[in-house]
C-alpha cells in the first residue's frame, strides 16, 4: 500500500493554493468578524468576537483535510501513519510550540477566556482582544499588548474576571478611623454606588467591612454597565465615596496607614 | 369633522399596559416590497417623491399641532377622585407617564379642573442640600394635592435621595393627605431599584393602538386647521389618513403606532416629520387638483423611506451615560448633567455638543432632553448596552 500519492507539479501548487486560501480566509475573518462587533452593542458584539477562533479553526481543519488528500492517500491507516510520523518528530522539534498549539484547541472548548474576556495571568490584567492559534493577546490598562502562549493553560492559574458575560465585579476600598457609626457610613457607601452612573443597577451591592491593624477597612463591591468602564467606574465610586464620608465627618487613619480608596 | 369625537385616553394598572406591534403580515409585506424595489426599476409614482417637499414648520403647526391633552385630563379626572380616597382615609394614585406621554402637562392641568393643590418640584438645590423643609406642604392634608413628576425629587447623587426616600415615607405613613403623584417610567423603574420602600398604586395612559393613533391624529389635523385633512401616501396616493373603515389602519399609521410603542407625543413627533406638499403650496388654504370636495391633502412619506435612526458610535464613551441620565431625570438642565455626571466639564459639554449635533438631545425649557423621534432608537440602543429601561 502506498502512502504517498505521486506529486507531481500541479498537486503541489495545488496544495499551495490551498495553504494560501486558507491564510488569506483566516485573515479576512480576523479583520472583518471585528469590525463588524464594534458596530455591534453588548452581547452580540461578545458573540460575533468568539466565533473568530471558531471560523479559524474550520478553516484550519478543512485546508489540512484538503492538504492531506492531496499528499497522501486518505485511509484511515495511512493518516494515522502520517499523523504518528509528523507528531514524534514535532513533539522532539517544536515541544512548547506544538504544545501551544493543542492548548490552543483545548481552548476552543474549554473557552477558559473568549475575546473581551478581561483576564489576570502572571500579574499581567488586561482585554483579550485575539486569539490565535499558539497565542492570545491581551490590553492592559496601560495601552499595552502582552502576547501569551496557550501553553500557560496547563501550568499557570487564569483569573477571568466576567468569564463571557458582561458582568464584572469592581471593589473599591476605603480605610476609616475605627470610631465611627456604621449604619451612616453604610448607607452612605451604599448611595454613593447606587447613584453612579456607571452602574449596573440589575446586579447587586455588596459591602463588607473588616478590621484591620490601623483602620476599618471597608470594600464596595459592584458591577459596571460595561466592563470596559471597570476602571472609570472605580474612581467614581472611590472619589464619591470619599467626599460622601467627608461629609458625614468620618476621621480617615493617621499616617502610617494602608492608603485608602485603592482601585479594583 | 364629520367622525364622533371619541376620548381615546383609558388608564390602566401597568400590568395592563398594551405595546402595539405591527402586524406580522404588514412586516413581511413591507420587507419583501423593500427588497423588491431594491431590484427593480421604479414606476412612475402617482406623485413622485422629489416633486414634494417636507411640509415648512408653520404648515406643520396647523396639520399637527402639539395636544392639549384634553382627553387624558377627562379620563383622569373620574379616577383620580375615587383612588384617592378622603381625608380621613387618604390614598395616594400614582400616574405613571412615558416619554413624550405629556403627563406633567396632564397632571398639572388635573390639578387646575380639580382645584387641587399643585405641588411645585424642588428645585436641584433643595435637593442637594437636603432641605426637608420643602416637604412641608405634606404637613397640611385637607385639600387633596398634585405633584407633577417624583422624578424631579430626587438626583443620581448621593445626597440626591433623601428627599424622595422623606416624601414616600409620608406617603406610606399616610401623613400626606390624599393626592396624585406623577412619574416618569424611567425614573419609576430607577427608584424602584434603589428605594426598597412600597410605591403607590400606579396607573399608565394605555398606548394608542393603530386606530387610536390614527383618530388622535386626525383630530390633531381638524383642530389645527378647522376642517378635515386628507393624509394621502406620497408614492401611490392611497389614503392613511382618515382611516377607509374603523376596523382597520392604513400601515403606514400601524408601523407608526408600533414603533413610537403607541406613545401619542413620540408618534406625532415622527408624524411630522414624514409630511409632505407639492411646491408652492400651504397646509390650509390650497385649491389645487389634489383638494377632494370635502378637504385638503397633505402627502405623507411612505413608511418604508422613514430611516430608522440608528444612535451614531462615535459620539464618545460618555454618550450612553448621558443619554441613560436625562431619561433617568427626565431631562436636565445643562449645568446640572455637568455636576451630576462622572466626566470634566469639557468632555460633558462636547458630549452634550455632539449629541445635541445629531439631533439626538434637544433643549426645552431650558432642560436638555431626548428628542421625541430619536427616543425609539435611543432606548433600543441603551437596551442592548445593558442599560436599566423603563418596563414598557
Known sequence: MELFQQLNQAAIIRGALIAALALVLIGISQKVIPLIADRLSGRQRLYALATVPLIRLVIILAALWMIISIIVDPTTENIFALLGALGLALGFAFKDYVGSLIAGIVTLYELPYRIGDWVSVEGVYGEVKSIGMRAFEILTPDDTVVVIPHLKLWGEKIFNANDGSRHLQCAAKFYLHPEHDPRQVIQALEDTAMTSAYLQISKPVTIVASEGLWATEYRVKAYPVDPRDQFRFTTDLTLRGKQALMALGVRFPAPGAPDSGDGA | MNRKKQNMWEYVPLADYAVPQATISRTIKSGIKDIWQRFRRPDTPRHPAHDLEYLPASDVEKVAPPSHWSGAVRALEILAKNKTGSAEAPSVMMVTGLPGSGNAQIL???????GWRLIPAPDPQQILTQDLAWLDWTKSAETPWVLCDLGKTYLRHVRGLTLVRQLLARINSKAAGPGVIGCDSWSLAYLRRVLPVPFPGAVVAQAFDDLSLGRW???????????????????????????????????FVNHLAARSFGIPGIALEIWRRALKREPDETAGDQTSETEPANGISIWVEPWEKIPWLVVPLDLGPASPVLMHSLLLHNGLPWNLAADLLPFSATET???????????????????????AHWYPSVKAYLNGEGYLTDQF
Not at chain 2, 108 to 114: D, Q
Not at chain 2, 225 to 234: M, S
Not at chain 2, 350 to 361: C, K, N, P, S
Open chain 2, 349 to 371: 459639554d462636547r458630549t452634550i455638543q455632539a449629541l445635541t449635533d445629531a439631533e439626538i438631545l434637544q433643549t426645552r425649557h431650558g432642560e436638555l432632553k431626548i428628542s
Open chain 2, 108 to 114: 398639572s392641568r388635573l390639578a387646575k379642573s380639580l
Open chain 2, 217 to 251: 391624529l386626525s383630530q390633531r389635523a381638524h383642530d389645527g386647521c378647522g376642517r378635515q385633512i386628507h393624509f394621502r401616501q406620497a408614492d401611490n396616493g392611497k389614503t392613511v389618513l382618515p382611516a377607509d373603515a374603523d376596523t382597520k389602519a392604513s400601515a
